[in-house]
């Protein structure tokens, strides 16, 4: 018989990661990894991926018919050394879930330093094994890496655990219900309410180097799918399909953080495919620099929002990290990206960890940055903003710097709060 699709454990369970060992908590930071390129795994299928096959279709009826869909997003979320971070994040995330949250789509590193199955239950399922709604994810750098002496081939654990043929438990998750997720590959497009996603690749390159979709190291196949992708949501838009179009990435196309590049490389073939197609993002998400920044992008009058989301667990922010703290940009500033169009670095915060909730609709994109205080279990709100998708036009919530809301259960008391139903 085959295994049900499962999220959340029936039964609140308390936080753990005391009760880890010295070495599951520092995973295997002692290893050092083969700085490569690695070749992109095949995928089972190009065809969108549909919500309504994993959370079924009465419930993506529900969405639609309350006219708006809400998701989270975050990535590098892999705790490591003070998990704690990444358990009350996890928490905060899990508390909003009775919000309506309808998945949560993660931008890579979920476990660190180089994805081995061994880790996946302390830095994936255990955190999340309260969060009682669907996980999709595109692997970052850290999750495709291999170290030195590594038998298993890049990628192996998150292939099994987020690209599976059926969802199934995998031993991984060590008792927790959560099943496997059946993305059909590393690089997959998601068909949402109000949303369109085309998730890539971006490949192992670490802080000082760019992040790589296609290429004669990696294959062509990524960047062939997301010109059909692209070519399809045109397709698509000319017969009135209203959905935004969101491209999700691992390595960031802008960022200044202190420790990791930007990826204009990987942009211009991101916006040769897009002016190919006709059709450009409304939303791009990516993690990998551990802070959170929110840039404008106008491309002729479209204004684009750009969003660095890598505050999700992994203890080493910038502005936490012993020692002199790197000086932060000054925002909002106003430049200019590699292809002369105007760029405008609007919040820059490198010190709170957090997610991204964003609501959907038919007209706009919200996105709020949720700080989460690990120490206290409180949220606030540390950026708002608001995309028009008619007029392709972003403002700022008039509260986005206000504080409290929330309540997330303290991670010191209970590790996760939130919803104990099965999915």
Do not use: W
Request: aromatic letters at 10%; one cysteine or more; a neutral charge.
């Amino acid at each position: 018989m085959p295994t049900g699709r499962a999220f959340a454990d029936p039964d609140l369970t308390p936080a753990s990661f005391s009760d880890f060992s010295k070495q599951e908590i520092a995973a295997d930071s002692a290893d050092k990894s083969i700085e490569q390129l690695e070749l992109i795994p095949p995928v089972r299928s190009t065809e969108p991926m549909e919500l309504s096959s994993v959370i079924g279709v009465g419930a993506v009826e529900a969405i639609t018919k309350s006219k708006k869909l809400v998701f989270h997003t975050v990535g590098d979320t892999g705790g490591i050394h003070k998990p704690e971070f990444q358990f009350g994040v996890a928490a905060a995330m899990t508390e909003d879930v009775k919000n309506g949250s309808a998945f949560f789509y993660h931008l890579g590193d979920v476990v660190y330093y180089f994805g081995q199955e061994e880790y996946y239950f302390e830095q994936f399922y255990d955190p999340y094994r309260d969060y009682n709604a669907p996980i999709f994810a595109i692997p970052g750098n850290h999750d495709g890496a291999v170290f030195q002496g590594e038998s298993a081939k890049s990628l192996a654990a998150f292939l099994a655990n987020f690209c599976d043929s059926t969802p199934s438990r995998n031993l991984d998750s060590q008792g927790a219900v959560r099943t496997t997720m059946d993305q059909p590959g590393v690089y997959f497009s998601l068909n949402v309410p109000f949303v369109k996603f085309i998730g890539l690749y971006s490949n192992t390159s670490e802080g000082g180097t760019e992040g790589v979709i296609s290429g004669p190291k990696v294959g062509n196949a990524q960047l062939t799918f997301l010109q059909q992708q692209l070519a399809a949501a045109k397709a698509a838009r000319d017969k009135g399909d209203t959905r935004a179009l969101v491209i999700a990435t691992h390595h960031p196309p802008f960022t200044g953080s202190p420790s990791h590049a930007p990826s204009p490389s990987m942009l211009k073939q991101i916006d040769e495919a897009c002016e190919a197609a006709g059709i450009l993002p409304d939303l791009h998400l990516s993690g990998h620099a551990h802070l959170y920044e929110r840039y404008t992008r106008t491309v002729g009058k479209k204004q684009i929002p750009y969003l660095v989301a890598g505050m999700g667990g992994y203890y080493n922010l910038p502005g936490r990290k012993a020692g002199k703290r790197p000086t932060p940009p000054v925002t909002p500033s106003n430049g200019k990206d590699s292809g002369g169009n105007p760029l405008r670095l609007e919040v820059y915060n490198d010190n709170t960890f957090g997610f991204m909730r964003i609501t959907a609709s038919e007209s706009t994109i919200k996105g709020e940055f949720v700080t989460v205080d690990t120490d206290k279990g409180t949220t606030g709100i540390g950026d708002c903003f608001v995309l028009d998708l008619k007029t392709y036009k972003v403002s700022t919530c008039p509260s986005a710097t206000s504080k409290g809301g929330g309540g997330s259960t303290s991670p010191k008391s209970s590790g996760r709060g939130g919803s104990s139903r099965r999915g």
